[in-house]
């Protein structure tokens, strides 16, 4: 199959509503398949192996990725930065080539953008976004599905408060929840601003599913009447030099009961992981309000979603 013809994940922007909602219900549909002990009884990509190259480090991505390999049968390859020629002795061009010719997939996660283009311009085989400088398409994933699960399908007016960085998990977690109904408020320090291209994309998306994004720099009118609150760490992988800047911009933008208190009746808490305190507070991290740990458990159901999609259904998606 040519190249050309492949569909990659790169970022929930490049799908459209109906694939990322497919998306979604599959990683629901699976895991109620798996809670209620059974399984999918073909295993559709045995003797298949997906490769997993991952230039940064990562707990749930590699778990949950391996584990969606497993469930179709596949074997997972991790192939971490120490392990292969790749940045030392070999181009990502060689790389790449090689790779795809004795592989299924290549779940990829590495530090530029422009790494996860050209593995997709010279793979053979599907390449999944593992997390790069600027998306996190299986956090979003994840993300909707705990949203769902959570308000029951009762996602019109709700609002999603993201208080934080303008990073790759919220770049990827606007457009998701946009796409899904979801009104979004950010909030990120001043001089800490949305890339132009996802304000594009979400005035986009917010025109065609009627859901409005709102953009401060005041933690509190983003926190007001919010039925989700959200963050991320301050210092993404990668930007470990600028630490101390970037933690003296975040002042303030703690998540805390008293931001908490703004909030809409029995809000929720949500984080991707890992998490650090300077940006949410023990008691709302560990407290009642906090999903997030149902939340990385659905990391697992966003992996086997994305593997039926764009590896089984080879981009054909259940809609
Ligand atoms: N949320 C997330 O991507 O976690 P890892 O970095 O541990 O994979
Ligand atoms: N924004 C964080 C997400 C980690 C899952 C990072 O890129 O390090």
């Not at 209620?36 to 778990?63: D, H, M, N």
């Not at 760490?233 to 630490?243: A, D, L, N, R, Y």
Request: one cysteine or more; aromatic letters at 6%.
């Amino acid at each position: 199959e040519p190249a050309s013809s492949l569909r990659h994940l790169v970022s929930i922007s490049h799908l459209s509503t109906p694939e990322f909602k497919s998306l979604v219900n599959r990683a629901e549909y699976h895991k109620k398949l798996i809670k209620s002990g059974e399984q999918i009884t073909s295993q559709p990509l045995q003797g298949k192996t997906i490769a997993l190259l991952f230039t940064k480090r990562s707990t749930r991505t590699r778990v949950s990725t391996e584990g969606a390999a497993v469930y179709f049968g596949a074997h997972p390859m991790f192939l971490g930065k120490d392990d292969i020629q790749l940045g030392v002795n070999e181009s990502l061009h060689d790389t790449t080539k090689i790779i795809s010719s004795m592989t299924s997939c290549i779940f990829a996660r590495v530090n530029q953008h422009s790494d996860i283009q050209e593995l997709c311009k010279y793979s053979s085989v599907p390449i999944v976004n593992a997390l790069c400088d600027t998306y996190h398409p299986l956090q979003a994933i994840c993300d909707l599905l705990t949203i769902k699960e959570t308000f029951h399908d009762n996602l019109e007016n709700l609002k999603l408060a993201w208080i934080g960085d303008a990073n790759n998990v919220i770049n990827d977690l606007s457009i998701a929840a946009l796409r899904m109904g979801i009104n979004v408020a950010i909030a990120t320090p001043q001089g800490v601003e949305i890339a132009d291209h996802i304000r594009a994309k979400a005035a986009e998306v917010s025109k065609e599913t009627g859901a409005k994004i709102e953009l401060t720099h005041d933690p509190k009118v983003a926190a007001t009447g919010a039925n989700i609150l959200v963050t991320d760490t301050f210092v993404s992988m990668g930007e470990e030099s600028q630490k101390a800047e970037k933690l003296a911009k975040f002042k303030g933008f703690q998540i805390n009961s008293e931001l908490g208190a703004l909030a809409a009746p029995n809000w929720k808490f949500m984080h991707c992981l890992p998490r650090h305190k300077e940006e949410v507070s023990d008691d709302v991290f560990y407290g009642d309000h906090s999903i997030v740990f149902p939340e990385g458990e659905n990391r697992l159901y966003a992996a086997i979603a994305t593997v039926e999609a764009f590896v089984v259904n080879k981009g054909k998606f259940v809609i």
